[in-house]
């Protein structure tokens, strides 16, 4: 499995991509994350990439992966 793009990665493949510099890339990067998170709770679709939704998940029991013990995970929004 590759490693993930970084945010500055990412920005210099579309800087480079659409002939803009690093700084007008990654504003526009920001710019649509921004939008993304301020609109998760209703859906964001980018056309050809992905859908965001928020999902509720529900209280739950979880195990430590070191000590092996038994934790209370709370009800989230993620």
């Known amino acids: 499995m590759s ?3 970084t ?3 990412i920005a ?3 800087a480079e991509k ?3 510099t ?3 890339a990654t ?3 920001e710019g649509i994350a921004q939008l ?3 609109n998760a709770k209703n859906t964001f679709t980018l056309p050809g990439i992905g859908k965001l939704v928020l999902v509720n998940r529900a209280a739950r029991l979880g195990r430590n992966p070191k000590t092996g013990e038994t934790i209370q995970i709370p ?3 993620s």
Request: aromatic letters at 4%.
């Open 3 to 5: 490693k993930a793009m």
């Open 7 to 9: 945010k500055s990665q």
């Open 12 to 14: 210099a493949a579309v």
């Open 18 to 20: 659409a002939g803009l």
């Open 22 to 24: 690093k700084k007008q």
């Open 27 to 29: 504003e526009i990067l």
């Open 36 to 38: 993304a998170y301020k």
């Open 75 to 77: 009800a989230s929004a």
